[in-house]
């Protein structure tokens, strides 16, 4: 609040004494039993007593300031209380003030003395929440302390196990925060309150008897428990809160940001509030004495102006932490004219959108594909939902990743138990190796003479020449038996494995391996492993374990793509989307991993970790129901680590179960949402091995090292192609990609699969709305209540209508209306519900308000229709005609009357008789004449319609066809409307009922969902190809492998030219070969549909130079078998298409296949490519420019094969040098030894 208002608020108030600001600090806890020996008697006080620390070096958590009682205050600043009155004043706790403060200031210092007391008051208050300076403390040293605190909270929850379900909640959500990867300092600043309302409760570890009565008759284990109970549940409702809005787009930050901060900061006071009630509940219990417990009792008061303040300076402190996107978003935000008029503007949204995403561009080989918010309908559908509902939706996410957090804490605690063999760290150490847990290793380091860090290199070999000295003097038996079982493992730990070795205890890359790092590593070894064990995993089973999961990665992906035949067309859309997404990623990173040979024996002596390892990420993954929402989840699955050591067996349990998920699909509908989630999951684990990359970039530029070779060695060149994707995905490698098919057989397969463990969304929902003919027969006749108003009742019932873009518009915008009013609970209110009320496919609600004008005996009403979240509000004002029972109005996407540009108009008479109803602007002009018009039209439809006459039922038949055509192509396929088609569909769906709307609205939605979608846009027409789609064999646009392509819908497409400065060369319909697909074509099929439709076109073009034009009299032979159409029998022609995949061979005419229904032998339309069989052209000689861009294209190519050539060869030396080094380094040892033997 500000401080104006603030001083208002207070001097508006009668000044209260200084006792209702006086609060008794806690007295000193009394000194631990010897049973309380668990809890940590170093704690810093100012943890114990929430008050601002005053240095504690040990412990430098910095939290925000707490509030400080008047005691606290230096003297000087306590405020003199100074207030007159006839009636003695009483104190904020309800006291009368003592006569000496009553006699203080005399009658007349009135105003001066009153601003004077506010405004030490509100110094207090702004003390005792802590002021902007220490909230930004609090954020800037979030994690400065935290451990200490937990591991005190920890101990308390031991000795009262009653608030461990608050202190559980609290570590979950705390570890849950830390592993998010956002800074985002308003989510920090609401976790720094929750981290300080919880410091209060490690004043009960110095509390033994928690069922003691209180002065008040209570005891603290009953005033607490349902308090405690209270708080977990707010902790998890303000953790959900933070993740549901971390997971918004900036736009959605941005334009809803007030109502974003303001949900929060109630989670901000809420946390203060709760601190204040447990210190009032352990004041109680730690004073001395009735008097004592009830002078806290003006703590509420106090609490609630703290509360309030607290969420005052909170919202300040959020228009501070907003960042600079943020800013650069809402300048251009006010340039457009503000948060409301950008919400309902689509063209913003789409500037708005499109500006969030170039600032955010993907990197590396990437998904092929952006994410689900990157679409203006997704960022709408954002922008109308509720945050309170969209908090709702995300509960059940952000509660199975809260359990698995919770559930991993608890396992940690379990597994707190020291390896046998382990060294105990003592507080005093003599040197860097006393830090070292591993025996082996801290004598190594000991005997070396190392300080905190040692060369990676000098390390490894340093550990094997140990275990080889060791080994060979050890005069124990056990020992011996040890030397003998990990004998194996010291073959592998060598200068030729170096780099794995190193990689394995060298986290991050720098060259040198710290203490820490062989802690760490030395701990996350098995328990029944030993270290040379360990050593010898990432020397060589890594490897080869991942060169496993290669294996089974590619081969679940061929599956994938073999599956598609047989996937239902209703969702091959989703399977061909998750593909699109999913696949140059992964196949980034299988592709580059380095070949090695697997060894049965090795891989046994590994394969318990890498099983148990694969059992636990499965186990996480089935938490979290398979769905990483978001890089938290990620990290909370896989564990810490670097990700390479986890990526591939990831992946596999992923692709494993997305396989599953296109077995299902084979015979049931998917939800849209299901493989989108499914490759949104992978989609955060390409992001994270991304940002690997990055990282280890930075790491190698410093180092001086060269990028090129050290991706090809770091993790057996896993990282290659993300660094490099133009070594995998330059177009003239994926032209020669060449992948196996694969045959798939489902009878392989698992069998009994329990699809609802599976599945995250239910299936088989029906796509055609056959119930839209039910509604009328649903709808029966209503009664009224009484009570409702005159005017009321005069809009209750059914109503029918139409919107109009404008009142001059001849045609309505968006088809027929239909709604039943009804009245609600509030006075001159009604509604109508979605049961009956739907529009285009998508239901929706009313809900308004009527009131008569006294001055003119009118009824006024506004109401507002409300659709799903994706799309707008739509609002009505209007009048009722009592003459011609219509409602008559303006709508727009607004609440403000002034800014509607659309009219409407509702009638009760029938919706097939509404459909001839003339248009605002028909009866405009000639009023009798539309309504002749109509009532005409409305008696012939009729007539017609009882007498089941075939020109009524032909009309339907055809309206209804081509409202599917132009809605198809209006919104998704085909060439964009012309004006004249625009008017045509507005006039197709005014004679539409509200029920013939609903169910073509469905089955033009079922067409667009089985119609297979390229992605892809026509040359000519500019319009998105959808069904068939037809490329050249010749045209490629430069430096990439797309095409020029043409939409099968209007032949005279593909018989254009096309030219441009991104082609290679001009398109000559003449001369250039056309194919045609009417399946997705996918980058791992590229290469081969273009050498198979190559292949294919050389084979057609034989027979027919084979064929004979004319015998000896000049008469055509008849044609052979195979230069017939296969489908009508009759002779073939130049131009025509042939199969490409038909083992016969199989020509088809243009009109047979115009049809889009060829059905022939085992000819399958929607998976055999067609080629474009034409006479053969020679193509028009090269220009100057294309000779020279020719040749140059050879020198680059000719250089590209130099480069690989030296490469090779300095690899060569590079082992040359490598190997040269082992074996001098081993004539050293050997010159060594005789040495010494000689010296002997």
């Not at 009565?213 to 959900?240: M, Q």
């Not at 709307?997 to 027409?1021: K, N, P």
């Not at 996918?1082 to 130079?1105: C, I, M, N, P, W």
Request: with cysteine.
């Amino acid at each position: 609040m500000p401080l104006p208002r603030l001083l208002k608020r207070l001097s508006r108030k009668s000044l209260r004494s200084d006792e209702s600001l006086v609060e008794a600090k806690p007295p000193p806890l009394p000194p631990k039993s010897a049973g309380s020996s668990s809890f940590p008697a170093n704690l810093p006080q100012h943890l114990i007593y929430n008050q601002p620390s005053h240095g504690t070096p040990d412990y430098p958590w910095a939290a925000p300031r707490p509030y400080m009682s008047d005691t606290d205050l230096p003297l000087q600043q306590v405020p003199a209380v100074v207030k007159y009155s006839n009636q003695r004043p009483a104190t904020g706790n309800g006291q009368p003030l003592p006569p000496s403060v009553k006699k203080a200031n005399p009658p007349d210092a009135t105003l001066a003395a009153k601003i004077a007391v506010a405004a030490s008051v509100t110094a207090v208050v702004v003390e005792a929440v802590g002021g902007v300076e220490a909230i930004e403390e609090g954020v800037n040293t979030f994690m400065e302390g935290s451990q200490v605190l937990m591991n005190a909270l920890g101990e308390v929850a031991k000795l009262h196990p009653f608030i461990g379900v608050a202190v559980m909640t609290f570590q979950a959500v705390w570890a849950l925060e830390v592993k998010r990867r956002e800074n985002d300092k308003k989510i920090i600043a609401l976790h720094v309150e929750m981290r300080d309302m919880m410091a209060v409760l490690v004043q009960l570890g110095n509390i033994q008897d928690i069922d003691k009565v209180a002065p008040d008759g209570s005891t603290i284990k009953g005033r607490l428990e349902a308090l405690i109970k209270r708080t977990s549940d707010d902790i998890r409702a303000c953790a959900n809160a933070c993740d549901t809005y971390s997971k918004k787009k900036l736009v959605v930050k941005v334009l809803k940001g007030p109502i974003w901060e303001g949900r929060l900061v109630k989670f901000c006071g809420l946390f203060t509030q709760r601190r204040g009630e447990f210190e009032f509940a352990l004041s109680i219990h730690t004073a001395l004495g009735v008097d004592a417990a009830n002078k806290t009792l003006g703590d509420v008061d106090k609490t609630t102006r703290e509360m309030n303040e607290k969420m005052e300076l909170m919202m300040r402190m959020f228009q501070q932490f907003t960042s600079p996107e943020q800013k650069d978003i809402m300048k251009v935000v006010e340039s457009k004219g503000g948060l409301k008029a950008c919400q309902e503007n689509d063209k913003i949204l789409k500037e708005l959108n499109d500006m969030e995403t170039a600032g955010n561009p993907s990197s590396g080989a990437g998904l092929g594909g952006g994410k689900s918010s990157s679409s203006l309908a997704d960022l709408k559908e954002d922008l109308h939902l509720d945050p309170d509902a969209a908090m709702e939706k995300n509960m059940a996410v952000f509660v199975r990743k809260f359990e698995v957090q919770k559930r991993q804490i608890i396992d940690e605690l379990s597994r707190v138990v020291q390896r046998e063999g382990d060294r105990v760290i003592s507080a005093v150490t003599a040197g860097p190796h006393d830090k070292i847990v591993d025996p082996d290793i801290h004598q190594l380091w000991k005997m070396m003479g190392w300080r905190g860090s040692v060369k990676t290199r000098h390390f490894v070999m340093a550990v094997r020449d140990y275990y080889q000295e060791k080994w060979a003097h050890t005069g124990e038996q056990a020992d011996k038996v040890k030397a003998a079982e990990d004998a194996w493992a010291l073959t592998h730990i060598n200068v030729v494995r170096l780099q794995p070795i190193s990689e394995a205890f060298d986290d991050d890359s720098s060259g040198f391996v710290t203490v820490g790092e062989v802690n760490i590593f030395a701990a996350s070894r098995p328990l029944d492993w030993s270290l040379c064990h360990w050593i010898a995993f990432w020397s060589i089973g890594w490897h080869q374990s991942i060169v496993i999961y290669k294996t089974k990665i590619r081969e679940l992906i061929a599956k994938m793509f073999a599956i598609m035949p047989s996937v239902l067309p209703s969702n091959r859309t989703y399977a061909n989307d998750y593909l699109d997404l999913v696949y140059r990623g992964v196949t980034s990173l299988e592709s580059a991993i380095a070949p090695c040979f697997i060894t049965e024996s090795l891989q046994e002596k590994f394969r318990s970790y890498v099983e148990a390892e694969e059992n636990r990420l499965r186990d996480n993954l089935r938490d979290v129901r398979f769905d990483i929402d978001a890089r938290d989840t990620l990290e909370l699955v896989v564990g810490p680590g670097r990700i390479e050591r986890f990526v591939m067996p990831l992946l596999f349990l992923l692709l494993q179960r997305d396989f599953e998920i296109f077995r299902i699909a084979q015979t049931r509908v998917l939800h849209p949402d299901e493989l989108w989630d499914a490759s949104e999951t992978i989609k955060y684990v390409i992001e994270a091995v991304e940002e690997r990359v990055n990282t280890l970039k930075s790491t190698f530029q410093q180092q001086k090292l060269d990028l090129t070779q050290q991706f090809k060695l770091f993790g057996h060149g896993i990282f290659d192609y993300m660094n490099e994707p133009l070594g995998l995905w330059q177009p003239s490698v994926v032209q020669q990609m060449e992948f196996p098919d694969y045959p798939f057989d489902d009878n392989e397969e698992a069998k009994n699969i329990d699809v609802d463990q599976i599945l995250n969304y239910p299936v088989n929902k029906e796509h055609l709305d056959f119930h839209a003919y039910d509604i009328l027969s649903s709808i029966s006749m209503v009664s009224f209540p009484a009570s409702a108003s005159p005017h009321l009742r005069a809009l209750l019932g059914q109503w029918n209508g139409f919107n109009y873009s404008a009142a001059s518009a001849s045609v309505p915008k968006g088809g027929p209306i239909s709604m039943f009013l009804r009245p609600t609970d509030i006075s001159d209110a009604f509604h109508a519900d979605a049961a009956g009320a739907h529009s285009h496919w998508h239901e929706y609600t009313v809900d308004g308000s009527c009131w008569v004008d006294a001055a003119t005996d009118t009824v006024h009403f506004t109401f507002t229709r409300t659709f799903p979240p994706r799309y707008g509000a739509q609002h009505y004002a209007g009048t009722w005609d009592a003459c011609t029972d219509a409602l008559t109005g303006t709508w727009g996407p607004t609440s403000d009357e002034k800014a509607h540009e659309g009219v409407f108009v509702f009638k009760r008479i029938a919706q097939a008789d509404m459909c001839f109803f003339p248009s605002p602007r028909a009866l405009q002009a000639n009023r009798a004449r539309a309504l002749w018009s109509f009532a005409g039209a409305a008696v012939r439809q009729r007539v017609c319609q009882q007498r089941w006459s075939w020109g009524f039922f032909k009309e339907r038949r055809d309206n209804r066809k081509r409202f599917i055509e132009l809605y198809v192509r209006n919104t998704r396929f085909g060439r964009p409307l012309v004006p004249g088609e625009v008017a045509e569909l507005g006039r197709i769906e005014k004679t539409l009922t509200s029920a013939d709307s609903r169910f073509y609205h469905s089955l033009a939605e079922h067409r667009i969902q089985i119609t297979t979608g390229h992605a892809e846009t026509c040359d000519v027409c500019d319009g998105p190809i959808g069904g068939a789609r037809i490329s050249c064999l010749h045209c490629q646009m430069k430096d990439t492998f797309n095409t020029i392509d043409f939409c099968a819908e209007d032949p005279t497409c593909m018989l254009q030219p096309v030219g441009g400065d991104d082609l290679e060369r001009p398109h000559v319909p003449a001369s250039h070969d056309l194919f045609k697909v009417r399946r997705v074509v996918h980058v791992r099929q590229f290469g081969k549909t273009y050498r198979d439709a190559k292949e294919a076109l050389r084979k057609a073009r034989s027979f027919l130079e084979d064929k004979d034009p004319e015998d000896e009299d000049g008469q055509l032979p008849s044609p052979p078998p195979n230069l017939l159409c296969a489908e009508c029998k009759a002779a073939v022609a130049q131009p025509c298409w042939y199969c490409v995949h038909c083992d016969d061979p199989s020509f088809i005419c243009d009109a047979c296949d115009a049809k889009d229904a060829v059905s022939f032998g085992t000819h399958d339309m929607q998976t055999h490519d067609l080629v474009r069989v034409q006479e053969l052209v020679d193509d028009m000689p090269l220009t100057m420019e294309e000779r020279f861009s020719e040749l140059d294209a050879r020198f680059v190519k000719h250089e590209a094969v130099m480069d690989g050539r030296l490469r090779r060869v300095e690899e060569r030396l590079g082992r040359l040098e490598t190997a040269v080094d082992t074996r001098m380094s081993r004539v050293e040892k050997l010159l060594e030894r005789i040495l010494a033997s000689v010296e002997e």
